[in-house]
């Protein structure tokens, strides 16, 4: 790249002539690639690996109570074909799938899928596992790429088309007379492997395996590791769905890493290409990076309207058993799932979602159906928190890149006060010297402190009410009061249009001039002590401000506000 007078970056000094593009150490077959005009339209079908592809990449694999309560949660949220584990690995994953096996722990329309290498003595042990299970896809894999024939297998082609012709005769006679048994073949780092090579071997097993309408083959093309840009696993996943035998017969599947940081990517576009199943793991546990996430891929597809056919509508909960799980925290910022994914902090994108909520209000309501059916376009938030089971109350939290628009919200949604915009842009500055000296966020008991000692009566007035009454007499009310203050307790009685203007009058009768600008009554909401609030903007020598009457009645509340200000 030339250099330009705008980007002033120099030679980073580090070694990157160690490293090839992917397009000098893989083939990638020329397609006439119809993927970046395709849609999609329905979710593929989900495999979670996490049980085995996730699991073994644990430092401290699952017991089996953790590998009994993630496939319950996998069960319960609508999975249908579930990779429970590598039984010649270990004693655990063999005894887990046998515990499946003498068990109801498997509905009926749940398919489990063991996974072993292409070795005689583990697939007898695979088998042996699944003794008693009707519905299982035995999933065999090799590597097939150039580095891991030379560095792991030390084998040529030649050889490895034999040892998986071979282990693949393995399967086919074990799984003999058992028709409820698919097969399932994996040629590892399929995306470094020379596509004529992946496409002869797979078609191999689409052979030996007879795949037939009512004995699919799975053919799944991992990006082991990932290596290029996504649009380069797509050109390798529609060249092979083109060129695939038995097309028909053949469920095209995909197992995408992390290792760029685009499993996600790969997924969505290998789907475009052709990919009818996703394999991947939910948040995206697995080897290195990860697999792919299954949980972004699927509200992914919700946030476009398409129907995940899995229920993430309690995320929090699924989190939860996947985090015990693991042993592996998500991410804050983690999509649809993380802690701070539904709330803002800045204050331009605090006042456009509380501006977005309040006009899906108006919309749902114009359209006379409730707000959780309504269409949703709410400005920063992709999807509705409260479809996957998150409150609003925590959309919007309050630091110093805020504003008065979520400072309002907050004091709304906690407090049920409605305050009026000048308060708003008044209070916001008081919030905003304390966020600036303590450089914390303000959490709602905070935020109801500052407002108190800024706007509420003080504890320690100097002139207090103690006791009052009003009648309505002809000429307006009369306010009889008791007023007390540091030296004397007195009582008076002052007639005016309102007790608000009576209370002032006799306010000034005590050298306590108020002077009025607004006064707006507000009733709060059902369900909180207090039911009526008072928001009193009064001239000082600089301009105005503003005090804040609250009480069980609008007219105590406003003698509050006058109070307040005095
Ligand atoms: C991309 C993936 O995720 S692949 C899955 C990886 N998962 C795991 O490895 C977890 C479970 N694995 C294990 O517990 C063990 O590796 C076992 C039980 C399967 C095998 O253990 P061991 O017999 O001790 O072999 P070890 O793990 O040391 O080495 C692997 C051997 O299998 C060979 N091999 C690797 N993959 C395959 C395969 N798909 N099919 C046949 N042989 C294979 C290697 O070349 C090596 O052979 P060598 O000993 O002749 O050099
Ligand atoms: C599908 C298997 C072989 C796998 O986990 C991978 O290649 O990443
Ligand atoms: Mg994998």
Not at 449 to 455: P, T, V
Not at 526 to 536: E, F, I, K, Q
Request: net charge negative.
């Amino acid at each position: 790249m030339t250099s330009h007078h705008w980007n002033p970056q120099g030679p980073s000094g580090m070694p990157h002539h160690r490293y090839r593009s992917a397009f000098d150490r893989v083939p990638v077959a020329e397609i006439d690639r119809e993927w970046p005009r395709n849609r999609i339209t329905q979710a593929p079908l989900w495999v979670p690996v996490d049980l085995r592809d996730g699991n073994q990449a644990l430092a401290e694999p699952m017991d089996p109570a953790r590998k009994r309560r993630f496939f319950e949660l996998m069960v319960s949220i609508g999975y249908k074909e579930i990779e429970v584990g590598y039984p010649s690995a270990s004693q655990t994953d063999f005894d887990f799938v046998r515990l499946l096996a003498e068990s109801r722990l498997v509905p009926e329309d749940v398919t489990v899928v063991v996974f072993t290498p292409a070795r005689r003595d583990l697939i007898e042990r695979t088998f042996e596992s699944i003794a008693g299970l009707d519905r299982v896809v035995v999933h065999m894999y090799t590597p097939t790429a150039p580095l891991w024939r030379d560095a792991v297998l030390r084998a040529e082609r030649d050889e490895l088309r034999e040892l998986i012709r071979r282990a693949g005769a393995d399967v086919l006679r074990c799984g003999a007379d058992r028709p409820g048994i698919r097969y399932e073949f994996s040629p590892e780092v399929f995306n470094l492997t020379e596509p004529d090579f992946a496409l002869e071997v797979c078609n191999a097993m689409i052979d030996l395996w007879d795949a037939c309408p009512e004995r699919p083959v799975i053919i799944n093309l991992p990006a082991t590791v990932e290596v290029a840009t996504p649009n380069v696993y797509a050109d390798q996943i529609e060249h092979a769905s083109k060129n695939l035998d038995r097309r028909e017969d053949v469920i095209l599947s995909v197992h995408p890493h992390n290792d760029r940081g685009t499993g996600v990517a790969c997924a969505e576009l290998a789907v475009l290409a052709g990919a009818q199943r996703v394999e991947g793991c939910l948040f995206g546990n697995g080897e290195r990076t990860g697999n792919v996430d299954l949980v972004t891929l699927a509200l992914n597809l919700y946030s476009q309207g398409v129907d995940p056919m899995i229920d993430f509508s309690d995320v929090d909960a699924i989190h939860d058993t996947v985090v015990h799980c693991n042993r592996i925290g998500v991410h804050e910022r983690h999509p649809y799932a993380g802690e701070y994914v539904y709330t803002a902090f800045s204050g331009t994108h605090q006042d456009a979602i509380r501006k977005g909520f309040q006009r899906h209000a108006v919309r749902a309501k114009e359209a006379g159906v409730p707000e959780s059916q309504a269409r949703w376009e709410v400005p920063y938030l992709p999807i509705d928190p409260h479809d996957v089971g998150r409150d609003y109350e925590a959309v919007i939290r309050v630091n110093s890149q805020s504003g008065k628009g979520g400072i309002a919200y907050l004091m709304r949604t906690e407090h049920g006060l409605e305050l009026p915009r000048g308060l708003q842009a008044e209070f916001a500055r008081v919030v905003q010297r304390h966020t600036d000296e303590t450089g914390t966020e303000v959490d709602a008991d905070t935020l109801w402190k500052l407002f108190s000692a800024a706007y509420l009566e003080d504890p320690e007035p100097a002139v207090e009410l103690v006791g009052w009454s009003v009648e309505h007499v002809p000429s307006g009310d009369r306010l009889t009061a008791t007023l007390r203050t540091k030296d004397e307790t007195t009582t008076h009685e002052v007639t005016a249009e309102g007790a608000v203007s009576a209370l002032v009058l006799m306010l000034a009768q005590h050298g306590r001039e108020v002077e009025i600008v607004n006064l707006i009554q507000q009733s709060i909401e059902p369900g909180r002590s207090a039911r009526a609030a008072t928001y009193l903007e009064y001239r000082t020598n600089s301009g105005t401000a503003w005090s804040v009457g609250i009480d069980v009645s609008t007219t105590a509340a406003s003698l509050r506000a006058v109070l307040a200000a005095a």
